[in-house]
Every structure is written in C-alpha cells, then in structure tokens.
C-alpha cells in the first residue's frame, strides 16, 4: 500500500515522502512516530524527494528516531543545504565576524583621527569622541543663525540698565532653583532675540510683576511664535563647556571661566560678539585672573580658531565688569555674591588681571 504526507526538512519547504521498496516483511503499513519519548517502529529505507521549483532530485534517508540521516551516497543540493539552521548560523557568524573586522578597522581609523582632549572619552558612547569636533563646527556656522542684535535703538521704554535688572533676576532666580547652567544661557538668549524682533513697550510693567498667569502664558505663546519656535541653537554655554575641556582646567580654573562666562550675559555691549568668541575670551580672562601661563594655547586657539590677539577687547570688558563688582561700583553684582560662595572656590574674589585692562604700553596687548 502506497502512500504519501508532507513534512519539513532542515528547514527546507516541502518535501514529499514516498514509500520505497523495501526488504521488511509487513509492506502494508509503516508507522512514524515522532514524538521524542517513543522509539521509530521501522526500519524500511525511505526516499525523499523534494518538492519545489528546483529540479527533482531524489536523496536516500533512514529513519533513525526523532531526526533525519542523510546518507552520504547521495548529498543534498546545495541549494537545499543553503536554507538549512546550520548553514544560516554559519552564514550569519561569518557576516558578523567580517562586519566586526572592518567595525575594528573604521575604529582604529577614526581613533586616530580623534583629538587629544577627546581621548579619554573615546569609550564613551555618550561624548560621541568621533563626531564632536563635527558638531562644533557645526554649532560655529549655525551661532551666526537667528542671533541677537543691537536693539536697543528701537527700543524706546529699554535701557541697558532694565535689561541688566531682567538678566540679574534671571540669574537669581536660576540659582535659587538649582537649574543647569545651559537653562540660563538659553533663558537670556530668548529675551535677546525676542526684543531683537519685537518692540516693548510695557517692559517696565513686566518687571514690575503686573501680570496674572493668564497673561503671563500669552505671553510665552507670543513670545514662542515670534521665534518661531526654534530654541536648540548654539549659545555660548556649548562652547565653554568645550573650552574648559580644551584648558584641561581644574576646578578653581572652571568654576573663574563659568563666572565671566554669566559676566558676558549681563554686560549688553557683547551682544555683539558672537557666542564662540565670548567663550574663548571668558577662558582667556580666566587664565589672566589666575595667572596662568601661557594665558593661551595651541590647543584652545585650535579649537576657538581665535589667537590670543583676537579676544583682547571682549576679555578687556569681562575684565572691566569683574573689576567694577569687586570694588562695590558694580550696581548689579548678583554674579560677585554668587561666586563669592565656597561653593564655586570664591572666585570672583579674586583680583581681576588689572594689566590687561590697562591701555597697553605697548604692542603686546594691541587691538
């Protein structure tokens, strides 16, 4: 009695099992059982052939238990062997273990490529070592997009000095509320734009607090529409925290370049320098103040591409604005009492560079 079922082999489509002529005595009937606690009650040699668009071709199997033997007389088609779990395990390891060689190359590659202050990162995933001097210069085309400028022409109820009360209670307020430093960066940014594009007239009011909540978050919408929404940008904040790193500061030299960095935010006539050189001239200034030699480096002129020339007059105003705070002519000196703390190493108790601030005697300190 002939018959005939369809089942998988090594993962193959479909197979077509076929009774063969065998030399067992009871031809009538022959019983698989493929359940794993049984043992196969048959011994008859079987044929199988393979169903499918290939050609036909017929491989000679014995029926041992649960699993298949292919006899060797006749191998399968390697066309058939490819879809086997076998041969994809292969398959897939040595994709990978090639993926992993040219994995290893691009790393060995791009570790060179990486700069030196970068190095110490490169096991960290989160620094991104072999894309951040990319982003910076990235960040050094986009600072000149959407920034603020001289508005104070056009603003008739403005003065330096309200803006200065605004950036001084911004300030406080950031402290008080322990929020990161970018915050405050991104919060004097949005008011700078803002009155870039926009005239105020009721500016007093708002610092006077004569606004309920309601008027307050209409005023953010507006606020946020006029700038089109756009926030992520570049603020002087992102280079700092490049340049610290580039100064291989320690933590009196980082807490003094964080100082004239929000020194910068509150002094209005730097608005017109962009973030990246009021960063660098924050780094400078710091380095003065400390003493440090050399008050700048290959390294921080690499990664500013500004030479120490370039940021006199910008470190000449932090310098100025330190000095006027320390010896109590400063009205607004928010920053002084803030890093006068032992918290931030007392910085700002220190002597600004008075040399540099000086008119030069001669060309060293020329603009």
């Not at 570790?111 to 096991?123: T, W």
Request: include cysteine; glycine fraction near 4%; charged fraction near 25%.
């Amino acid at each position: 009695m002939n018959y005939e079922f369809i089942f998988s082999f090594l993962g193959d489509p479909l197979v077509k099992l076929e009774e063969a002529e065998g030399t067992g005595e009871n031809n009538d009937r022959t019983r698989i059982d493929w359940t794993p606690h049984k043992q196969v009650i048959s011994n008859k040699k079987l044929t199988l052939r393979i169903i499918g668009p290939r050609p036909v071709k017929k491989v000679t199997v014995r029926v041992l238990g649960p699993k298949l033997e292919v006899s060797k007389q006749n191998k399968p088609d390697p066309l058939c062997a490819r879809h086997s779990k076998s041969y994809k395990r292969r398959a897939e390891t040595s994709v990978l273990l090639a993926s992993d060689r040219v994995a290893c190359a691009i790393s060995k590659k791009q570790r060179l490529e990486i700069d030196e202050i970068d190095l110490p990162d490169v096991n960290n995933q989160l620094a991104v070592a072999e894309y951040i001097t990319d982003l910076y210069n990235f960040y050094k085309q986009q600072q000149h997009v959407r920034r603020p400028m001289d508005y104070m022409e056009k603003q008739a109820e403005i003065n330096v000095r309200l803006r200065a009360t605004a950036i001084k209670w911004t300030i406080a307020a950031h402290f008080k509320l322990g929020l990161s430093r970018e915050t405050l960066y991104l919060a004097v940014y949005i008011i700078d734009r803002y009155l870039t594009l926009e005239y105020v007239d009721d500016f007093m009011e708002v610092l006077c607090f004569q606004h309920t909540e309601e008027s307050i978050i209409r005023m953010e919408k507006a606020i946020l529409n006029k700038l089109e929404w756009c926030l992520t940008v570049p603020t002087a904040f992102m280079f700092l925290v490049r340049f610290v790193k580039a100064a291989k500061a320690d933590k009196k030299l980082e807490n003094m370049i964080y100082f004239y960095g929000e020194l910068g935010l509150m002094e209005y006539t730097l608005i017109r320098y962009c973030p990246c050189m009021v960063a660098a001239a924050a780094v400078y200034a710091a380095n003065c103040t400390l003493r440090k030699s050399p008050l700048w480096t290959d390294t921080l002129q690499r990664h500013s591409s500004y030479s120490e020339s370039d940021l006199l007059e910008c470190a000449r105003i932090l310098l100025n604005a330190h000095l006027a705070a320390l010896d109590g002519t400063h009205e607004f000196n928010v920053l002084y009492e803030k890093y006068g703390h032992e918290e931030f190493g007392c910085v700002a108790l220190y002597r600004p560079a008075v040399d540099l601030i000086e008119e030069p005697k001669s060309g060293t300190f020329a603009t």
